[in-house]
Nanobody, 123 residues
């Protein structure tokens, strides 16, 4: 069973940067399609970014394009989300997700989910 553990969240001021990490264990990370989602209080969980198993192709939601970048290092069983030019509306719990196939991308049907890490952007 794959386990995903996020880290790197915290408070940050508007315009600042954070790098989230998600480390996987219990499976073959290089075979997992990985993604980041976020959920603000009272809102539904939303897709942020995804990356293919080999890291050669990425997908980013329109509202984070040019500000957030997803990447992965398979040798470290880790996927990252580099966030810059943060805005108060980026405040949310950020979740890492993994799937054994690439047919989900922006959907919620991922096999594996982390517990989330809080990002709070103050103005």
């Amino acid at each position: 069973q794959v386990q995903l553990v996020e880290s790197g969240g915290g408070p940050v001021q508007t315009g600042g940067s954070l790098r989230l990490s998600c480390r996987a264990s219990g499976g073959t990370f290089s075979k997992l399609f990985m993604a980041w989602f976020r959920q603000a209080p009272g809102n539904e969980r939303k897709f942020v970014a995804a990356i293919t198993e080999n890291g050669l192709e990425t997908f980013h939601a329109p509202f984070v394009k040019g500000r957030f970048t997803i990447s992965r290092v398979n040798a470290k069983n880790t996927v990252y989300l580099q966030m810059s030019s943060l805005k108060p509306e980026d405040t949310a719990v950020y979740y890492c997700a993994g799937n054994s196939s690439a047919d989900v991308v922006a959907g919620l049907g991922y096999n594996y989910w982390g517990q989330g890490t809080q990002v709070t952007v103050s103005s």
